[in-house]
């Protein structure tokens, strides 16, 4: 989490002042569960929210001393409270805040970016109906193979953003849990009432079951969530660069007035956004391993998940924040050149035909075998020598294809006609 | 992939006679469609039922010539078919074949593993209830921390686990799709009816957008599941091999008549099962990486995913599938020792109840920092001379309990008060 | 490791046989330095070598009863030896020769990887030379920069895995150790003489400290250079794919006749090699961080190692032997096209040379910031419409150069100058 | 890199000041070379190093608007210095100072943890002779093996901090290189004279070969070390939790006056470096893959690479410092508790004897099938049973051991012998 590649909302979330606020939350909200229980007096509970409050820098003061971050907060808190300060945390364990707390920061981090991919999914959306129909040449292993549109390589990729929003809701699911269990988890000082009460105040469920900590099968879960939407990025990324890279120039990213592209060449205009976001989806992938080596804590717990949640809690969810919006603002404001993509297209004299030659040639009753033959020798030729395919073809006696057999194959309407029931299975699901 | 560390049917799932099995009903399916749209006659399709066949070794060596599989897998059943076979793959690409075939192999594979969990979630609500109410102590940081019960840390395993299977339940949903799209996913010279027909035979769900390819953030999501279901495995293999160090020895691994622990120390039982599950642990995490870094495929597609997937493909699977086994062997039959438990929670002298004296003190009115203080000061001397923690407090005149209220603080009774209450939570739901 | 990405020179190094033949030689080696201490009987000694021998099989077969391979394997030996057998491991404990055979198993692996290194060293250096002066853009975020030789091009990948060779060295001599000091590494019941004999006969240094393991660092780096050659083999891959683009072409990987791209394509001479590369160099990358993982091992070890270790270390060492033999054949055969390489360079109107005019103007005097306006503004129209750089320059009156100075900044040669130096700073080192 | 786990003088290499800073000094130092070439007026190059300064908001602001911040950094610089600017950067290309900046901050870094690893090897050394022959007992797989001593112990963990020392100097050396190159690497606009002469002036070496950036395959190797290093952290952490844990108890983290150990359970003492540490070695670890997957950059350089080093750099670098740190307080105020270690090492009733009964028994002629039977058969008895092992030998008749041959076999001496030997060769080398 660099300032950098921050958007502030996001890193709101994880401030000093924001992780001390939820703190407070949970304990008034827990107070207020205990008063009703008769556990501890109204008045006391009532107290707190009253004259509750806290200031970051006397807590890291008072934690320089006890070397204890949860008690210097809540030696601080009574020093404003007051005697009824006493009622605080009763029963309750560090963890049972700690891990509220990251749940509901996970949570609401969870719930920018699901803002932030309907921003994504809504670009992709509108630039895959503006080019639904744009001709381009579909491309395996870099090399042309037959034509596809523009608009659904967009939709490919919207159906991957739609996936990775729902498993971003499965996963915010996962992590938004509470546990006010105590020290070992057995609730023997506190009673599960506690824990169901500020749950439904945070908007959070119960964890069934904790030990001192929620179990960190959660957190993988989450940030593996984060590293495939990551992986996702990567992948629209790199589509873009490819498009735009000078033979291809099919696609570029907006160059803003006043830009400029290099220091020592100023011709250069270069897909640095979708550069950078391919750095950054490894960053956010970087999570991944360490939130899985997390889950093996030791017996009750160790606290050895904490110094890896307090940098990749902010840093990935920051970064992901930044990379979905960056990368929704490529694609809003993508320059596409559907001339250039047709003269791709053309580029190969015709040879993106040749299956569909070389499935006339089967059904005019060529053997599969050499069907394939006599299409790959003329097309070889075109590859190597530059020629046109369909000439190659009507000069080839072994070709049994007959000028109106010849024209079916090189219709490029022929590879758009399913185009629509395409988009129709993307964009009427979910 | 290693025989110490398979299970012959899921690496039966692999093994190139399934491969091709998959591929042929695939193709014959295939056939079966497009024979009921007239594409094809009727009886070329029963005929490649019929006649169709394959032997491993002739397409091995069919595809050292041509180097591609499935052309060389086509080749080898058209020697069997006969001229009919001129009908098989029309208008298909190899992949639709191949990325349809992985998905096949990889929801058998999650049938296999979910058969595995159910074993294994069996065993730890068995030897849950067994032990539901054994006291044990609860350690956190690895120091002894408040009393639980040794069902009560099997149940926080069962849950991880019941949440690793409804994880898995959901992978297998979005790895089991089927492609037939042909070369670019256009469906130009294949009728969606044909991916539709044989999506069910097979029991998939057709792929809504293919490129080439089905997407790989389908089969990322699948590898960090089965990444998560191995981080939980190696959380529970440490939790026995901590309880089977000589110093702890409250569980052991079943050690066998015969079994040898050392070669050189005859005296030696280790828990080398759990240690080894450790390992394998971090084999299938490897998977996870690689599997990420698949996502981002050039365009339509580039096979630089297939070498990775034909590894960790088998690799992870067979690898969880043994673990998930072995553990559920460990747990079936893993020896317990209550007494061990008891002794250990005596240990420190009584420390385990610092905190209900704690809270004790708080409730007779002493301030929370002065009862922490007062506690911590009779708490260290238990500590670091091995005194009676009891003793202690009732000869500081500053502790303001009687008799009665210190019973209370060290009655054990008071930890498991609320386990039939989580096993609850945990066991009725899921 | 996988039979399809496996060479049989390296596979062998990990069959039983020679793992088991390891072993005997560790063992017998040992006896022999035993029997020169006057420990065990000189006879002793050379009975087992003599009659000493082993089956994969019935090793096995013991081993299912003992669940320990070492015991099993000497009570094969036993077998063969009779009673002199006795003697054998006397005051050494398993690790002590599974750790050593490690380290000779990586150590031969290792020399295999030096000899592939010099293959494709060979090979790159062979054609750098060749290409040394053929002109080609060079490219930074995909967009054409300046002109540079395609020799230059392969001098920076031959670089690269020179360092990679010496890396591997280090890596190798860090592996090559010999450790023989008994159950926690006291040598209590084994004389060091004994280490220091075994090590120079297989070729190792002696531990120089132990536990009952050889530290695992050492494996974590062995395994992570492993890595960084993978990642170098990825660059060049990349390169080559890129290159062997429709739209780029400039080269191509080998298509040998009989050899089909695609099933349904018949067109496609496709990059499938170095595709293949790509995922390889992923699969090698992931056995890293498991290794690292092995480090942390529990006092004196635990076997968390070793199946880790049963695994990446045949598949690391196996998938990047061959991956480097591919890549050198590669590189070795590969189509390369210097006129389609001087067509994309002179694809952009000569826009390659705008950094050349911006110094121009400013050794004209022109201030820096105004000089980088002035080019940019021409280079837009060239880049947007196609123009021709040096007419657009030519028609600027601001642009205050004549024809001579035009010439110059448009000459090729001007970017060829240093070739020559930088080739003698690559080749004559190393 | 957040505050908490930083330090100060290895945060500041990585502050936007120090970055400029070192900006700065690459185009003064490579405006003298050009005034010592000729190509730009010497009274330029002094005007630079005079009035050269700027101002990180500033150079932010500009930034903004161009979205090049080495444009923007040249642009404030020559607001301070005037006209002469404009011969500031000729023939230079923005990754010539940036990639040379890098250099110089990880070179610095490294630095910094060579002498942060001397200050710990010199804490290991001290703590090793000081307990070079306290017994205590060793483990492996948690379970009691055989004698050993707490020196050896940390004997061996400083031989691996010496390797890590060593690997780091590597590390350092090899990313200490200077690339002023130009747009391709070309040299085309630059004379490599101006390469070797900041090399110099910085304490670098001039990069044999660099495209427009130094090769990432370098980065990838420091990185990798890092993570090593990282790991060698992480096992000497976990020796430390697990001594400390209650029922072992041999040694424990200095607890301060006035810290807490629990909010909670007042009287707790918890392992929470050594916690931490292992924590801290996670993320080290986790920049290890991005830098491997920043190596294959595309053509002569993409920038995905830069937004990862953003990150990586600061964090893997500051994080390590932070971690040897604290490592190296911990082991220097490690409370060290040698009765409790002579109180496990008898815990297990002297089995930990085992081998050298099993030794005896063979050099008395039993066999070593049967003596191991025999050893196992009495052993477990004593393991199940808490029985005294010598007790159990003494009364087997089939042990045809005598009194004075057992009390050899129970010698702890025998154990310690070698020590001497061992620490010689750990601490004279190195």
Redesign the interface.
């Known amino acids: 989490m660099?300032p950098?590649?921050s958007r502030p909302e996001m890193a709101e979330i994880w401030s000093p002042e924001s992780r001390f606020r939820i703190w407070f939350e949970i304990e008034a909200h827990a107070c207020d569960a205990m008063a009703e229980l008769g556990v501890i007096p109204k008045e006391a509970a009532a107290a707190i929210w009253e004259r509750g409050a806290f200031e970051v820098e006397r807590i890291d003061e008072i934690e320089r001393?006890?070397?204890?971050d949860?008690?210097a907060f809540?030696?601080n808190v009574?020093e404003h409270v007051g005697?009824e300060?006493?009622?605080?945390?009763?029963?309750?364990?560090?963890s049972d805040v700690l891990d509220t707390c990251l749940a509901v920061q996970l949570m609401r981090a969870a719930d920018l970016l699901l803002a932030d991919m309907d921003r994504l999914l809504a670009a992709l959306k509108s630039r895959a109906f503006e080019f639904k129909d744009t001709l381009c040449?579909?491309?395996?292993?870099?090399?042309?193979?037959?034509?596809?549109t523009f608009g659904?390589?967009l939709?490919?990729h919207y159906?991957?953003f739609a996936?990775?929003r729902a498993?971003l809701e499965?996963a915010r699911t996962?992590i938004a849990t509470c546990a006010i269990s105590?020290?070992?988890?057995?609730?023997?000082?506190i009673d599960?009432f506690v824990e169901n009460y500020v749950a439904e105040k945070l908007g959070l469920t119960?964890e069934?079951?904790?030990?001192?900590v929620i179990?960190?099968?959660?957190h993988?879960?989450f940030f593996?969530?984060l590293?495939?939407i990551?992986?996702?990025i990567?992948?629209l990324?790199?589509?873009i660069?490819?498009l735009?890279?000078?033979?291809?120039r099919e696609a570029e990213e907006y160059f803003?007035p006043?830009?400029?592209?290099?220091?020592?060449?100023?011709?250069?205009?270069?897909?640095?956004l979708t550069?950078?976001l391919?750095?950054?989806?490894?960053?956010v992938?970087?999570?991944?391993?360490?939130a899985?080596?997390?889950?093996?804590?030791?017996?009750?717990?160790?606290?050895?998940?904490?110094?890896?949640e307090?940098?990749?809690g902010p840093?990935a969810t920051v970064?992901l924040d930044f990379a979905l919006n960056r990368l929704a603002g490529v694609m809003e404001k993508l320059l596409v050149y559907p001339d250039q993509m047709q003269r791709?297209l053309d580029?190969?004299g015709g040879?993106?035909n040749?299956?569909?030659v070389?499935?006339a040639l089967?059904q005019a009753g060529v053997?599969?075998?050499d069907a394939?033959s006599l299409?790959?020798r003329n097309?070889?030729k075109?590859?190597l020598e530059g020629r046109d395919?369909r000439k190659e073809l009507e000069s080839d006696p072994e070709v049994v294809l007959d000028a109106a057999a010849l024209d079916t194959c090189f219709d490029p309407s022929?590879?758009?006609?399913?185009?629509d029931?395409?988009f129709e299975?993307?964009f009427n699901?979910g």
Chains 1, 2, 3, 4 share one sequence.
Not at 215 to 218: C, E, I, T
Not at 278 to 283: E, I, V
Not at 285 to 290: G, K, L, N, Q, T
Not at 292 to 308: F, G, K, T
């Open positions: 660099i950098r590649y001393e006890t070397k204890h949860v008690i809540l030696t009574a005697p300060a006493r009622f605080l945390h009763q029963g309750m364990t560090s040449v579909g491309r395996s292993h870099g090399i042309h193979a037959e034509p596809t659904l390589k939709a490919g159906a991957a996936r990775n498993r499965a996962e105590g020290a070992v988890g057995t609730f023997a000082n599960p119960p069934p079951v904790s030990t001192q179990p960190r099968d959660r993988a879960a593996a969530t590293g495939i990551a992986s996702s990567e992948n990324a790199t589509e660069r490819h735009q890279r000078t033979e291809v803003s006043g830009q400029k592209g290099s220091s020592a060449m100023p011709h250069k205009r270069n897909p640095v550069e950078n391919t750095g950054l989806a490894r960053m992938r970087s999570a991944v391993v360490p899985m080596e997390n889950v093996a804590l030791w017996h009750e717990r160790d606290i050895s998940h904490s110094s890896v307090r940098m990749i840093d970064t791709n580029r190969l040879l993106v040749s299956q569909r070389l499935l089967t053997s599969r075998e394939y299409v790959q097309a070889m075109v590859w395919f022929y590879h758009t006609k399913r185009v029931q395409i299975r993307v699901v």
